[in-house]
């Protein structure tokens, strides 16, 4: 069975950083896009980032562009999601996603994604 378990969500102040892991397990992800997205209260999920499987292919929302990165190490089977300058409008529970399919493309669409973790909470003090 497939899970992805997100981690190192928390409590930061505005301008603070924090890094999420997204720790797949059940079956590998070296070959497959991973993503992010959130979803703050009373709003639809939104897409963050995402990576190909490649790890060279990037995509990032207009809302985080310059202040996140995304990257994976495929030997832990792990996707990261670096968060700089946070503001209290990234305030939000961050959920990990993967393609079911092979060699896929980074892409923004929610549908696009098979795989989904529980989600971590990120709340940015201002």
């Known amino acids: 069975q497939v899970h992805l378990v997100e981690s190192g969500g928390g409590l930061v102040a505005a301008g603070g950083s924090l890094r999420l892991s997204c720790e797949a397990s059940?079956?590998?992800?070296?070959?497959?896009?991973m993503g992010w997205f959130r979803q703050a209260p009373g709003k639809e999920r939104e897409f963050v980032a995402s990576i190909g499987w490649r790890g060279t292919s990037t995509w990032f929302a207009d809302s985080v562009k310059g202040r996140f990165t995304i990257s994976r190490d495929n030997a832990r089977n792990t996707v990261y999601l670096q968060m700089n300058s946070l503001k209290p409008e990234d305030t939000a529970v961050y959920y990990c996603a993967a393609h079911a399919t092979l060699y896929s493309s980074s892409s923004y669409r929610l549908q696009d994604y098979d795989y989904w973790g529980q989600g971590t909470q990120v709340t940015v003090s201002s």
């Open positions: 059940g079956r590998t992800f070296s070959h497959n896009a």
